[in-house]
């Protein structure tokens, strides 16, 4: 059986980004007693480690005590590189945007636990899609802003500038982008069918100022060998997404699939309710991205996109993509066409 964690699992040290939110509360004014409620973590356990459920709520009342949504921003400009171990070691160390996107997205366990990095480089963009590590609900528009902003802020310190990211968001445009453009950047775009920071693939290789001066490629892969012996379990939702991925030309059955991770069907299912999600839902999450990708970076028209994706006929592909988007492959193409005529980088 695949080694996978889900929001039950107990996975991330209190004394890593749990003691930094408790300790950002307390400093702000708000009782550490408060933010606690209904966690089961007292501050006092310092060796506790608590489940993702857990630090979500965390998260929750300490959003709840300090009213808006400034506090995932706030938080997430002081998690990265973070004092989590040896990965956060590994990605302080790393040469380049590349070397860093990389480490992210291998490390995420310990580094992003609750929202799984997916990096690729495609037609000269390079792109980090965001999805659960385990069943977010409501706050997932809080952690995506957290975890944006916490890579927004390290690659700002490491490069020395604020690099030229695109934010893409899979929800409507608030009334007012104000905050998240002081946050994060201005280049927002809204309505993408998936939670993604795009940047110019030049960036990817363009070497940290003062990285050489600092940290030799020796201790970087020191620190790089140190972070996986830590071999900590993969998120299951996020393992899943990958797995679907990789076989977005002829998508697995639940059987299938449920044989790859080492459990009986009913099993998979149950672990997948758990999260709040089926099967079908996280086939149709990948097969909309993968869609998404073809139509932006290749041009596809609806036949080529449905011979990908294995369907037998471009209708039925129409179909299946309006209920995943709620929109029709030729509106989000007009949206697609708008998208474009803006710069991204």
């Excluded at 964690?5 to 749990?18: F, N, R």
């Excluded at 989590?84 to 590994?90: E, I, K, M, T, Y």
Aim: charged letters at 20%; glycine letters at 6%.
């Amino acid at each position: 059986m695949l080694r996978c964690y889900d929001s039950a699992t107990a996975l991330i040290p209190a004394s890593h980004q749990p003691a930094l939110v408790l300790e950002f509360a307390r400093s702000q004014g708000v009782d550490g007693a408060d933010v606690l409620t209904g966690t089961g973590w007292s501050a006092l356990e310092d060796s506790a480690t608590l489940k993702p459920a857990q630090y979500l709520r965390l998260l929750a009342n300490t959003q709840r005590a300090l009213g808006g949504d400034e506090f995932a921003f706030a938080l997430g400009r002081q998690l990265l590189p973070g004092h989590f171990g040896a990965a956060s070691h590994a990605l302080l160390q790393a040469p380049s945007l590349r070397r860093t996107l990389e480490l992210l997205a291998k490390h995420a366990s310990r580094l992003s636990p609750l929202l799984v990095p997916h990096f690729r480089v495609e037609d000269g963009m390079a792109m980090l899609v965001w999805t659960d590590a385990c069943g977010l609900g409501a706050q997932r528009s809080f952690v995506v802003h957290m975890q944006m902003a916490a890579l927004v802020a390290m690659c700002h310190w490491r490069a020395n500038q604020r690099l030229p990211w695109t934010f893409c968001f899979n929800r409507t445009a608030p009334r007012n982008t104000a905050q998240l453009e002081v946050n994060l950047g201005t280049r927002l775009r809204f309505g993408c069918q998936v939670d993604a920071l795009l940047i110019s693939a030049d960036w990817l290789d363009q070497p940290w100022p003062f990285a050489g001066e600092t940290h030799g490629p020796a201790a970087s892969r020191a620190s790089e060998r140190a972070a996986e012996q830590e071999c900590l379990p993969r998120s299951f939702l996020g393992s899943h997404y990958e797995h679907l991925l990789a076989h977005a030309q002829c998508m697995p059955t639940l059987e299938d699939t449920a044989q790859h991770f080492g459990m009986s069907p009913a099993t998979f299912k149950r672990r997948l309710a758990q999260e709040g999600t089926h099967y079908q839902a996280e086939l149709d999450q990948v097969r909309s991205h993968v869609a998404l990708r073809l139509m932006y970076f290749r041009g596809y028209d609806n036949d080529a996109v449905a011979q990908h994706l294995g369907y037998y006929d471009a209708a039925n592909f129409r179909r299946s993509f309006k209920r995943w988007t709620g929109l029709t492959p030729s509106l989000f193409r007009d949206a697609l066409g708008r998208f474009s005529a803006l710069p991204l980088a």
